[in-house]
Each structure stands twice: as C-alpha cells, then as structure tokens.
C-alpha cells in the first residue's frame, strides 16, 4: 500500500484547457435521423436542393390575377373595371387563361394562371357581380413568386457542419426530405466511483453520501448533446478502474467521478498513465484542483474531483467544452454582465471558479463550502477569476456564465 | 361561398402580445419523472430535505485527523510529531479514536474519528513509519465538514417553480431523490393545413408544396419544452376545422399553420368565433398579419400564417413566450448586440420583424421575401422594429434575438 502522495506540479488552467481543446477531435461518425427529430443535431453533409421551390409560380397574395397593363391609370377616384373569369384556390393546377380585360380570383399560394402577369391585391378591389374594380395599378411582377424564387434546384441550400435550428429544419422539409444525415452524439460512459457512494432510493448507512455527481454530470452532458451512459457505482482499486475504462473502449469519454484526489486508493491517474497518455494531473483551479485527464485508445478520460461542486464546476469549464467541440456543437455559453456586491479576494496563482447569484444586474457570492451542492443550486451561474487576479473590487463588472 | 374580405381592423403587436400573455395560464397538471431525466423541467412542490447532508462528520482533505491543540507552534523547521494510529477510508465507520499525541490517517469525505477536531492536509505533513511531521499548525474544525453542513435537516431546499438545473438535480439526489414532482409539459396539437400542402417524402404535383409549418412548430416548441403531436394534413373547411379544434380539446394548444388569412376558405377565425373567443384576427405585423388567437374550452388556438417564414417568425415572438408562460419556464430568449450593416426602412404603423445574419458583431439584413424559408435558415436571429419606427441608421445598435 503506497502512501499518500501530494500534487507535484499543478497545470495552469488555461493550459490544462488548451491541452484538453487539443486533444479533443471533431466526432466523424454519422447517422440518419429523421427531420421531425432533428432539431439541435448538426448536419453531417451538404445538402443541395433537390428541386425548386416553390416549384410554379404562384400568387403571394390573396387577390386578382391581371395583366398588370389593364390596371395602369386605376385610382380610387377612377377605377379600372375587369371581368371576372373564375376562381383558383391553392393547391389546383389552374384551367382558365387570364387576357387583357378580365382577371381571375386567386388565393395567396395558388398556381398563376396563364397569361397574367401580376396580382391585385383584394384590399385594393371591391367586386359586384363578376364586375371587379381595381383601385391601383400594379406593375408586372407585382404580388407574385417566380418558380424557384426561394430555391433554385441544385444550389446548395445548408452545409455540413451547421446546426439545425427551426427555420433549417423548414429548408430540409421544404426540399421534401423525410431524413437527414448527421453526426452522431458523442458517448460518454460514467462512473460513479468511491466506497462510501451509494445510489439515491437507497438507505443511507453511516459513512456514506448518496451518488450525486452522476446526476449532475449526466443532466449537464445530456442537455449539452451528448448520449450518457451511467455505470454502477464501483470501487475505485486498481483492478476496478482497469476494467472500468476498458468497458468505455468503445465510448468517447470515461468520466470518473471522485477517486482523483491524491488519496492513496485513488489510482486513477496511475491506471490511465499506464494504459494511455496521461495528459495532466492536478491543475490550479480552486475548485477543481484533482482533475485529471488522458487519453486510452480513442477514449478521452475524465478523472473529476469527487466534491460535488468541484466535479460539476470543472465540467462546466473542462468537459463541457470538449463535449461539445467533439459534438461541433458552437461554443457559445449563455453569459451576461453584472456589477460585484462586495470585494472579492482569490489566491493568485490558482484560477477560481466562483458562483454567484445575480439579481437585478448585481453578482452576490453564492459560495458556501467546496462540499456544498446547495451553494451552486442557488447560485445563478458563475465568474471567472484569473490566477493572477489578487482582489476584486466591489462594483466591478464581472461577465457571468449562466448555468 | 361568402367573398374575400379583407381584414377591417389590425391588433397593434403590443396589445396582441399583451393578450395572448394575459390569457395564457399557467399549467397545474403535475408529473413525477425520474431525478436523471428532470433536467429542464420546472419543480412542482417545494422540497423539504429529509435528512442532513453530509449525514456525519466528515474529513474535507486528504491528511491526518489530529487534536488541533498538538499542531500549534508546528513549523517546516521545526515540525510537531504524532504517532499514527491507523487509516480511515471513506464509507467505512472509524474504529479508532484520536487521542492527543496520536493522529489517524483519513481520505477526504471519510468520517472522522472520535476524539480529533481537525485535519492536517498531506501537503503539510511527511511520514516515517508510523511518525508522522505536521509542519503547520491547524485551528480546531480545519478541514473537516460537519453534519450538516451543506443541508440541515427539515430545511427547504428548492422551492416550486424552480426550474432543475444540473446543480439542481444534485441537491435532489444529495437527498436520495430517485423521482420529483414536475410541472407536466404544455401539449400541443399542431394541424398543418391547406388543400396544396403535402407531405415531405411524398412526389410533389403541379400547384402543391411540402409541409414546411408543422416541421419549424415542431422543432421550435419541443425544444421549449412542449410535447407535440402533429396531426395529418387538413383541408381548411369549415367542418374539418371544426372536427380539429373537437380533437384538440384535451391540448393545451391547437396550431393551425396556415388558413388565417382573408382567402375565402380561411374560416378558422369564423370557427373559433363561433366555438369558443376569438382574442383577435390580425395583427400589425410584418411579416405576420393574418395570424389569429382564441380560447375554446380549456384550449388556446393559433392561427398562423401559410407562409413559413411568416409562421415561425411568428411563433418566436408570439407563440413561443405563451407556451413558455404556460410551462413556467423562465422568459429568456437568447439575445445579443450588433451594429446594422446598412439603413433599414419600416413601415409606420406595423411592428416588424427583420431577419438579420451576425457577423463579427455586424447585423446583415437576411431577408429575402416572405414566402422565402431559405431567408431565415441563413440569418442569426432577428431583430424588432416597432411600429413607430420609421428608419434604423446604419451604425445603429440593435438587440439581436438568436434562433
């Protein structure tokens, strides 16, 4: 049994990120959803449009099909009078012809009849009989959408890589697509480790703490477009961590939760350095100081503090970002500016993570004890405070990242 | 077969808003949902802890469990000496008691043994056998968490309404919660309408077009945490709205994505007239006039527009804060600032909602025609232009609404 070991080196932490950014690819593997579920996923492959849309020309507003000549001269005072001939609704092929002197009534979507060339709109008319009268001329054109006016049949309507919100969802249906091609959610294996963790709707015997990391960490990956897969809580010796990572072979990520502290069963770090790269271990962070990360075959791995505020702090800064990276989801973090309710003091040399609660513009340190899950439940997000940042002041504009 | 009638009396944006929010009621129907999937959902009872977290005391670093007093005057040159008594792991229940002179080896989040009163780090100590150095001193409860100290007993720790952030669901399982009780999701009917609306994956005749409107509701309103379900594609007469709006009535909402405007056949304001309030049936909007709201029954029902950019538009602004307002979820679309690229005129009298694509801080006009779903799939959000506003200098700063 080894004896405890201190950190030897800490990481700075804009480095231990840029390590992680580095070393965290873009996923390559695709797979077909369908459209209605697509929403938030991102497109795996150019999509070049099938066909024009619309795919006729058509009335863009309800009203009277003309020959935009006939109405030339029209004026509320001195109408011009046509005939008219019929009527089209949207979705029929239409049958009459349009020619100088009449006109057809024609609903917003409808197919253009043959000879007309713009649409009055209704506002502009009254009718009596077959009798309508036109207040205001119209140019040719007017009132209607020329074939492909949205979409030309072979441009390339949305490229790979985008995100697919609502109204890029609309293209791919417009395009008559029923599925799409898209990159897979990066999968991520959790372990809850640690003797003293049990799961929650079990009794609590002395000694332990019900499982919470693998809650929060599950719930925030999920949201951020990951497939999470939550192990049993196991121990955390050697052989158990072994056998862990390699169940995660074929997973993006292995996330341990506890059981990367410089306690001696906490062996992490050694099992990772000696199957894969050990990228770092220990970085100068508060909280969040016993991170580790490294890489075991394609599989990032994840070795969060066992603090529940430690762990869930450090993957909102450190695994969410390559989450996400690998997702080629944009990293764009919900933030805001707010005002410091008091003076706040940080150790210069470790980046702090510091929760606050915002209200009415103003950040009020939300911080209770690194343990605390509470703390951050109330808090509203968090700052940033860089290491060599000693003291900052009451009234200072802080940029917060919202939870 | 009654004649086209325009619309007589516009609904400035404001007041249509200001409408719909005050006849949007909050929902009371609740669910019990497991804590791992709870994330995003709005709390529904204030939850009470039902135990004290930690349950006992415990170490907060890795290190020694001393009598405080037998670390004073402790220097690196000269260190005070304990003879280790043992090792504590977490989860298991101490043996041994500290007594002064004597020290215990603990992990962190182990309980600390009887008779210590504090927890010198590992950084601070060095180890000879069973001689331990402390080369610094400790005040009595350095380093260790007392019971409760994160959640007392009996204390209200998150209180309905709330909405389950990760940090959230980490106080419901620090508590041992397996389910919670929710607000159920707002259910929304969404009926795609129109005799030239097909659907995608079907072959497209003369005069007809995919079903664009209930793919961007769809995606919109899941992703703001609706339950949707689209019905088939209707015709828009009288007796088919009327069946839809019967089949609705179990739903929050019935959305009908086309069929309100003044084309003949468009009866849906007539029908919810005639079932239940018409709130109103036109709006000055652009683009998004004809859009309609009613209540019948316990169901709100939307008319929007056939146009696609027309009908998503309008539910970002119009539908999207009801359903939120509904759901008890927290009104915060995503916004930022940019500088428009060049002037932009409005008209007077019509609030508009102008797309615009951002770039390095620079809003581009997206715009391309109403009709045009391509328009909105390129740009980055939208920004507002109130109906008093006449012209928006290049230069001007503007609030831009993210997709």
Same mark, same amino acid.
């Given at each position: 049994?080894?004896?405890?070991?201190?950190?030897?080196?800490l990481m700075?932490?804009?480095?231990?990120?840029?390590?992680?950014?580095e070393?965290?690819?873009e996923?390559?593997v695709?797979?077909?959803?369908p459209?209605?579920?697509a929403?938030?996923r991102?497109?795996a492959?150019t999509v070049? !449009?099938? /066909?024009?849309?619309p +795919?006729f020309?058509?009335a863009a507003m309800d009203?009277y =099909?003309?020959?935009?000549?006939?109405?030339?001269?029209?004026?509320? *005072?001195?109408?011009?009078h /046509?005939?008219m001939?019929?009527?089209?609704?949207?979705?029929?092929? @239409?049958?009459?012809k349009?020619v100088?002197?009449s006109?057809?009534q024609? =609903?917003?979507?409808?197919?253009?009849? #043959?000879?007309a060339?713009?649409?009055?709109?209704?506002? #502009?008319t009254?009718?009596?009989?077959?009798?309508?009268?036109i207040?205001k001329p119209?140019? @040719? +054109?007017?009132?209607?959408?020329?074939?492909? %006016?949205?979409?030309?049949k072979?441009?390339?309507?949305?490229?790979?890589?985008v995100l697919l *919100?609502p109204?890029?969802?609309?293209? /791919?249906a417009?395009?008559?697509f029923e %599925?799409?091609?898209? $990159?897979?959610?990066?999968?991520?294996?959790?372990?809850?480790?640690?003797d003293?963790?049990?799961p929650?709707g *079990?009794?609590?015997?002395?000694?332990?703490?019900?499982?919470?990391n693998?809650?929060?960490?599950?719930?925030?990956?999920?949201?951020?477009?990951?497939e999470?897969?939550?192990? #049993?809580i196991?121990g955390d010796?050697r052989?158990?961590?072994?056998g862990?990572?390699?169940? !995660?072979?074929?997973?993006? $990520?292995?996330?341990?939760?506890?059981?990367?502290?410089?306690?001696?069963?906490?062996?992490i770090?050694?099992v990772?350095?000696?199957?894969?790269?050990?990228?770092f271990?220990?970085?100068?962070?508060?909280?969040?100081?016993?991170?580790?990360?490294?890489?075991?075959? &394609? *599989?990032m791995?994840?070795?969060?503090?066992?603090?529940p505020?430690?762990?869930?702090? &450090?993957?909102?800064?450190?695994?969410l @970002? %390559?989450?996400?990276?690998?997702?080629?989801?944009?990293?764009?973090?919900?933030?805001g500016?707010?005002?410091l309710?008091t003076?706040i003091?940080?150790?210069i040399g470790r980046?702090q993570?510091?929760t606050?609660?915002?209200?009415?513009?103003?950040a009020?340190?939300a911080?209770?004890?690194?343990? =605390?899950?509470?703390?951050?439940?109330?808090a509203s997000?968090?700052?940033?405070?860089?290491? &060599?940042?000693e003291?900052?002041?009451?009234?200072a504009e802080?940029?917060?990242y919202?939870?």
């Amino acid at each position: 049994m080894s004896a405890m070991r201190p950190f030897k080196e800490l990481m700075d932490f804009e480095t231990a990120k840029k390590t992680i950014m580095e070393n965290t690819r873009e996923i390559s593997v695709t797979e077909k959803v369908p459209v209605r579920e697509a929403e938030g996923r991102v497109l795996a492959a150019t999509v070049k !449009a099938p /066909l024009d849309v619309p +795919g006729f020309r058509r009335a863009a507003m309800d009203g009277y =099909a003309v020959v935009a000549e006939d109405t030339f001269g029209a004026a509320r *005072t001195d109408p011009k009078h /046509l005939a008219m001939k019929g009527k089209i609704f949207a979705g029929k092929k @239409p049958e009459d012809k349009v020619v100088s002197g009449s006109c057809i009534q024609i =609903a917003t979507g409808a197919p253009m009849p #043959e000879g007309a060339d713009a649409v009055v709109m209704v506002e #502009e008319t009254s009718v009596e009989g077959d009798d309508v009268s036109i207040y205001k001329p119209v140019y @040719p +054109g007017a009132n209607v959408s020329e074939q492909d %006016s949205d979409i030309q049949k072979g441009t390339e309507v949305l490229y790979a890589g985008v995100l697919l *919100t609502p109204p890029r969802i609309g293209v /791919l249906a417009a395009l008559g697509f029923e %599925s799409v091609e898209v $990159y897979s959610r990066p999968k991520v294996m959790v372990f809850p480790t640690g003797d003293e963790v049990v799961p929650p709707g *079990t009794k609590l015997q002395y000694g332990k703490v019900y499982d919470i990391n693998s809650y929060t960490l599950t719930s925030l990956l999920q949201a951020s477009g990951a497939e999470v897969k939550v192990m #049993e809580i196991t121990g955390d010796s050697r052989e158990e961590l072994k056998g862990s990572i390699e169940r !995660a072979s074929e997973y993006d $990520y292995a996330v341990f939760s506890g059981g990367s502290s410089v306690g001696e069963r906490d062996l992490i770090f050694e099992v990772v350095a000696e199957l894969g790269t050990l990228l770092f271990h220990g970085i100068a962070l508060k909280p969040g100081k016993p991170t580790i990360c490294g890489i075991v075959g &394609n *599989t990032m791995v994840f070795g969060m503090p066992g603090y529940p505020t430690s762990c869930l702090t &450090n993957a909102y800064v450190l695994l969410l @970002p %390559s989450v996400r990276k690998m997702a080629r989801l944009p990293m764009e973090p919900r933030t805001g500016k707010a005002v410091l309710s008091t003076n706040i003091t940080s150790t210069i040399g470790r980046h702090q993570i510091y929760t606050v609660r915002v209200e009415d513009g103003v950040a009020y340190p939300a911080f209770k004890e690194s343990g =605390a899950i509470t703390s951050m439940s109330f808090a509203s997000g968090y700052i940033e405070i860089s290491a &060599n940042t000693e003291y900052l002041e009451e009234g200072a504009e802080v940029v917060i990242y919202y939870f």
